[in-house]
């Protein structure tokens, strides 16, 4: 009977690619612990995101390889995910400690629900097992305490404040520290202290992802938020509506300008499906994000259907990713979160002496 050996189990994983980086499993150091026990292979896979689209695929590639061997019987994989951080890109930006990838939400105009689109992705992310926050980054229009159905105002711990959780999200917003309905008046010094302060004043410590949900335009918040730290990238929302794209188009514009890659369009409310008929109702003109996209060079990371519930869910503080997780908006939003964190996978491992920092 042939002896099997570890050195024989990474041969053989060896052969394995990652299907979106395109190069093997073990120089990619996403293969540990390889225990051999006679005929029984035992081995962790190390993902690099909890919400990795691609798991059973990888999984079943593995098996296959190590089955191989002559020799074994069995073939057992442990898998996890260990998010990695990427490297500081600029000398005057530190990453945020504790944090191993900050996204920005932006959108070049209001009304296209990107707050809606915020908090159901960070909710998805975390739904995957993936440690998130999420910052509402609009100072003078604050809605996530809203939205997450949280409004207490936060605790603070040895010199830090500790971010409220709902919906097994940690978040913070300007509308956790003014009474309801009082207006934020401030100028731009002091709107880049505020968001200096939800940065590094936050105890976001262990956090994968960081969303942050920007107010419209392109404005003060922005710059600051790219000023105070490492963003690994930016999502923009847009409806297909005219208008919307040609703000949306601004706002990659500027995060192009200050060098934070985008990670992709979302379109939302492209569609309404009428639940009496089932037809399906293209009020914006469906798909002018995703040709925008494309014609951008941008990656399109899905469309998210106009439905009532969702409008009701951000309401009430039940985000539908949450409340409704098998309607059909909810399993749009939770692709798209698998989506984005591949987006994120494959910029930090596709970026130079990224396996130094495995």
């Known amino acids: 009977m042939s002896t099997i050996t570890k050195e024989k189990v990474l041969a053989a994983l060896g052969t394995v690619n990652d299907p979106d980086l395109h190069r093997d499993l073990v120089s990619l150091g996403m293969i540990e612990d390889v225990v051999i ?20 695929q990888i999984e079943d590639d593995c098996r296959r390889a190590v089955s191989g061997i002559p020799g074994v ?3 057992h994989v442990n898998t996890i995910s260990r998010v990695r951080k990427p490297k ?38 975390a739904q995957t097992g993936a440690t998130v926050g999420l910052l509402d980054g609009d100072i003078y229009g604050p809605n996530l305490p ?59 410590d262990g956090c994968d992802y960081l969303l942050v949900d920007l107010p419209p335009g392109t404005g003060d918040v922005q710059l600051s938020l790219i000023q105070q730290t490492v963003v690994t990238g930016a999502i923009v929302v847009t409806t297909p509506s005219t208008v919307a794209i040609e703000d949306a188009v601004k706002a990659i514009a500027m995060f192009d300008k200050l060098q934070v890659p985008v990670l992709g369009v979302i379109e939302n409310m492209s569609y309404f499906t009428c639940p009496t008929c089932h037809e399906r109702h293209e009020i914006f003109a469906s798909g002018a994000g ?19 519930e969702v409008r009701l869910g951000g309401d009430t503080g039940r985000p539908v990713v949450a409340d409704q997780p098998d309607s059909p908006y909810a399993r749009e939003l939770r692709k798209i979160a698998g989506v984005l964190a591949q987006r994120v996978s494959i910029q930090t491992l596709s970026a130079p002496a990224a396996e130094a920092r495995a």
């Open 37 to 56: 026990e006679g005929g029984r292979v035992v081995f962790t896979l190390v993902l690099t995101t909890a919400a990795c689209p691609l798991k059973n």
């Open 73 to 75: 019987a069995e073939v």
């Open 88 to 125: 500081d890109p600029a000398a005057d930006r530190k990453a945020l400690e504790g944090v191993a990838h900050v996204i920005a939400v932006g959108s070049g105009k209001g009304g296209v629900g990107k707050s809606t689109v915020a908090a159901n992705l960070a909710i998805a992310l």
């Open 146 to 204: 809203r939205m997450m159905g949280a409004h207490r105002q936060p605790q603070h711990r040895d010199g830090r404040i500790v971010p409220l959780e709902a919906h097994g999200v940690r978040f913070m917003s300007m509308g956790l520290l003014v009474d309801a309905g009082e207006a934020v008046v401030w100028r731009g010094p002091m709107l880049h202290g505020a968001i200096k302060s939800f940065l590094h004043d936050v105890a976001w």
């Open 290 to 308: 995703q040709e925008r996209a494309l014609s951008l060079g941008l990656p399109f990371l899905g469309a998210i259907p106009l439905h009532p």
